[in-house]
């Protein structure tokens, strides 16, 4: 799953750690496992997950580990319907009236 469309305009290490982040859910991740699952080096990654935080659309917890999560406003509604543009008005058209 990827983070809501209008948090995308970011940087792309931003949008990479907020995938990643929306993926996990209720998991959260460390700062190792962001650093595995994004390509970018541990210096670009530090300066995105600072932007986030700045920005409140990740979440930090530190009990015993720092774990990140993505704040609620950047996770999908999984109930919502999937906006498909790659459907043509012509398509849409056709699917209505049966052809």
């Known amino acids: 799953m990827a983070a809501k469309p209008e948090y995308r305009d970011r940087p792309d290490v931003e949008v990479a750690l907020l995938d990643a982040l929306v993926d996990r859910g209720d998991e959260g991740m460390t700062v190792l ?3 595995a699952a ?7 990654v530090e300066e995105a997950l600072s932007a986030l935080k700045e920005d409140s659309l990740i979440v930090v917890e530190t009990e015993e580990r ?16 999937d906006d498909d543009s790659s459907e043509s ?3 849409a058209i056709r ?4 052809l």
Do not use: F, T
């Open 33 to 35: 496992e962001l650093r």
């Open 95 to 98: 699917d209505r009236i049966g």
């Open 66 to 81: 720092v774990r990140v999560y993505a704040h609620d406003r950047v996770v999908p509604d999984p109930d919502a319907p």
């Open 89 to 91: 008005l012509v398509d």
């Open 38 to 44: 994004v390509d970018a080096d541990i210096d670009a």
